[in-house]
């Protein structure tokens, strides 16, 4: 049996290991609508293969969110990004996600550049 640990502390089980969520994935919840899976057990994820994909998809993310303040899960899910994604622009401190509501808030303007003025290295 494999089993995924909420953050909530909802545990799940799972008969194959190939149903079974990975850490950080966004699962549904059955107390609080989805979750982040934070632990697994079962068999040890070692060389899980996360998609090659992600960051640029992740880009493309970031990319749709520039110049928006708000926008929900399901207008997200829509536009073909996952909920995976979503869990890791969270996590990177982009975005203010309420899973249960299905809002998601962008916490500061997303801009172009990286970099603002008032960093001076020197080149
Ligand atoms: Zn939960």
Redesign the pocket.
């Known amino acids: 049996m494999f089993t995924a640990t909420?953050i909530?502390g909802?545990v799940l089980s799972y008969e194959a290991r190939t149903f079974r969520p990975d850490p950080g994935d966004v699962v549904p919840?059955r107390?609080?609508g989805y979750?982040a899976v934070q632990q697994a057990s079962g068999s040890v994820a070692g060389g899980a293969s996360r998609p090659r994909a992600a960051r640029r998809a992740h880009g493309e993310l970031l990319d749709w969110l520039r110049g928006q303040s708000e926008t929900t899960v399901h207008a997200l899910l829509r536009r073909g990004f996952t909920l995976r994604m979503v869990a890791e622009a969270e996590r990177d401190g982009v975005l203010d996600v309420d899973l249960p509501v299905g809002r998601v808030a962008v916490r500061r303007p997303i801009e172009a550049a990286p970099r603002g003025p008032g960093d001076d290295d020197v080149c």
Do not use: K, S, V
Request: aromatic share 0%; glycine share 0%; net charge neutral.
């Open positions: 909420l909530c909802t919840c107390h609080h979750c």
